[in-house]
């Protein structure tokens, strides 16, 4: 059986428990112990779950799903930007300003591809299916 644990130790780890800003490992590895030997003082000492992470899973998903949106919104814009310059380009412009507004168009239409292929999973799934059977561990379908 291994020694005690110092009791300055012991205290220095359950603080860095309560204070909740490290992860298990983190606080294993600052105090030159091993991660189960944090669970074991957080579970001895407080609640079981100290070191649950539902509410920071949720957060993220939340974020990934935010950010789809925004790309979608940006891949829009794109989109709009490259249709008026391929207006442009149709209108009586000289041959500099067309050829300006093709490359307009071009880079424009570019960008929305580029950001409507970032959403996609290479199994066809969107981005919070994907997360989601990764989370869950189960397999995508």
């Known amino acids: ?3 005690r ?8 780890i359950l603080a ?5 800003a490290l992860s298990c490992r983190a606080i294993a590895k600052r105090h ?17 779950d100290a070191f649950e992470r539902t ?3 949720k957060a993220t998903a939340a974020a990934t799903v935010d950010q789809a949106a925004r790309r979608a919104a940006l891949g829009d814009a794109w989109l709009t930007l ?4 391929v207006a442009h380009t149709r ?12 490359v307009i168009a071009a880079v424009a239409t570019d960008k929305h591809l580029a950001l409507d ?24 379908t």
Not at 32 to 48: F, Q
Not at 91 to 102: M, P, Q, T, V
């Open 117 to 140: 292929k970032h959403g996609i999973d290479p199994n066809g799934l969107s981005a919070v299916d994907a997360w989601l059977a990764a989370m869950t561990g189960e397999e995508a």
């Open 16 to 20: 860095d428990v309560a204070a909740g």
């Open 32 to 48: 030159g112990v091993s991660p189960s030997t944090v669970s074991k003082l957080a579970a001895e000492a407080g609640p079981a």
């Open 55 to 57: 509410q920071t899973q």
């Open 91 to 102: 209108a009586e412009l000289d041959d500099a300003n067309a050829a300006k507004a093709a």
């Open 5 to 12: 644990i110092d009791d300055t130790v012991r205290a220095a």
């Open 1 to 3: 059986m291994p020694p």
């Open 82 to 85: 490259a249709e008026e310059a």
